[in-house]
């Protein structure tokens, strides 16, 4: 085989044959390692699927062990039947048992809880609403809570207010607390729709994490009302002015010693219709007053309520009367006249060509162009068209608006030697033709 090939070539095979083995393993090499770590990349790609599977069945599993908590706690789906169970039950807890002074019980409208399932809306729940009134000491009101928190029941205060009671409403008697309070609060109950239809909610009790004597040390023993509440104040001028024709809008001031308590802005009264106030959030302790655009004329009075949220709320009220005065109408300053280039622009030259065509020298200074035209050409100028309507070897004539100017070498193009319309002239003597 290496029988034909010359010395140096039989070098040269030996050196391939030699590098054969070196190249078969590095491309074997390639090859494993592409494999191996291809492998790597699809088992941790099937590890995480894996793994994302796992948490949606465990995700799913505490989903139904909620679902059936909550179901163990719901409202029968018998709900007439509920509802009169419900509402003896706590009159029952309230005059019997806890002894308070009851007002009323008084059930609001149902509510629907809905998500999308599948193509339609589907309830998940119904919220019964209920309001309560009643009265009692901050003892029979500790005592109810710890009640009714007792009760394993999908049920909820909502919202509380607590009034303390004083002794009269006039005088001293104002001051003096008798221990009593007026106490208003929302309940909500749920009912799940796949509940037990039957469920005898009021055998269903449990123990609550603390023991009603804990609730009495840290409640009733404390003066829960601190110190006497700060009436809050506004800062509100007798009368405030705007501008006809324009929208109507200002901000109110209002302060409280009790730097804790939120404030809140009320319009009570006020003569006109889309006149609001409202706060950027509850914190604030300023209000924006708006109302829409009006006729000159005085307006009022706004009455304006103030009240804090301290423990019994209290407020203030202050009015204002809105004076709209005539819009005065300014002068726009005059307009300054716009540059005109026209002005540095002169007729430098006039030649007449080897060619026997006559041509003109424009040269704008302020642009810094220069134009060599003949007859029948343009340049722009001042946003106009100029046209070399005739050159002749004295004076050169432009077309421009409709205007004929006339002008000799040196003039400016605002200084014109002859003018005149386009259509006297073409009445009066025909085309003009150039002189020679």
């Not at 095979?13 to 590095?26: D, K």
């Not at 494999?35 to 790597?40: D, L, M, R, S, V």
């Not at 998500?115 to 009265?135: A, N």
């Not at 009603?212 to 404390?222: A, F, G, S």
Request: proline share 5%; with cysteine; net charge positive.
């Amino acid at each position: 085989m290496f029988s034909n090939l010359s010395k140096r070539e039989k070098k040269l095979a030996t050196i391939v044959f030699s590098l054969l083995p070196v190249i078969i393993i590095f491309m074997v090499g390639i090859w494993f390692n592409n494999a191996y770590f291809g492998n790597q990349t699809e088992i941790r790609s099937l590890d995480k699927q894996i793994k994302d599977e796992k948490q949606k069945q465990q995700d799913a599993t505490l989903a139904n062990q909620r679902r059936r908590y909550y179901r163990d706690l719901s409202m029968p789906t018998d709900f007439n039947k509920a509802k009169i169970d419900y509402e003896e039950w706590l009159g029952h807890l309230v005059r019997n048992e806890i002894g308070m002074t009851f007002r009323n019980i008084k059930p609001l409208p149902a509510e629907q809880k809905r998500y999308t399932g599948g193509r339609t809306m589907e309830t998940v729940y119904v919220k019964h609403p209920y309001s309560l009134r009643v009265e009692c000491t901050l003892d029979q009101l500790t005592r109810f809570l710890h009640e009714f928190g007792k009760l394993d029941l999908l049920q909820s205060i909502h919202s509380i207010s607590i009034t303390p009671r004083a002794a009269g409403t006039t005088g001293e008697d104002k001051k003096i607390r008798t221990g009593k309070l007026t106490v208003e609060m929302k309940i909500d109950v749920i009912s799940l729709v796949d509940a037990d239809e039957k469920r005898d909610f009021l055998a269903s009790t449990r123990e609550p994490a603390k023991s009603l004597e804990y609730y009495d040390n840290q409640i009733v023993t404390r003066n829960v009302f601190g110190p006497a509440n700060n009436i809050p104040t506004m800062s509100l001028s007798k009368t405030r002015s705007a501008t006809a024709g324009s929208d109507i809008s200002f901000t109110l001031s209002g302060s409280d010693a009790d730097k804790e308590d939120l404030l809140k802005f009320e319009l009570l009264e006020g003569p006109i219709e889309g006149a609001k106030l409202s706060q950027s959030s509850a914190k604030s302790r300023s209000a924006k007053f708006e109302c829409p655009a009006m006729e000159p004329g005085e307006y009022g009075p706004f009455k304006i309520r103030i009240t804090d949220s301290g423990f019994p709320p209290k407020s203030s009220e202050g009015e204002f009367v809105l004076n709209v005065r005539e819009k005065r109408v300014s002068t726009p300053p005059p307009k300054k006249p716009e540059f005109k280039h026209a002005g540095e622009t002169a007729i430098t030259g006039i030649v007449q060509e080897s060619s026997g065509d006559w041509k003109v020298f424009v040269w704008i200074k302020t642009l810094g162009k220069k134009h060599k035209l003949k007859q029948g050409e343009t340049f722009e100028l001042d946003k106009s068209k100029w046209l070399v309507h005739l050159i002749t070897p004295k004076s050169v004539t432009f077309q421009s608006d409709n205007q004929l100017m006339t002008y000799g070498v040196g003039d400016l193009l605002t200084e014109p030697s002859k003018t005149e319309s386009v259509a006297q002239n073409e009445k009066d003597t025909g085309a003009l033709t150039p002189e020679n």
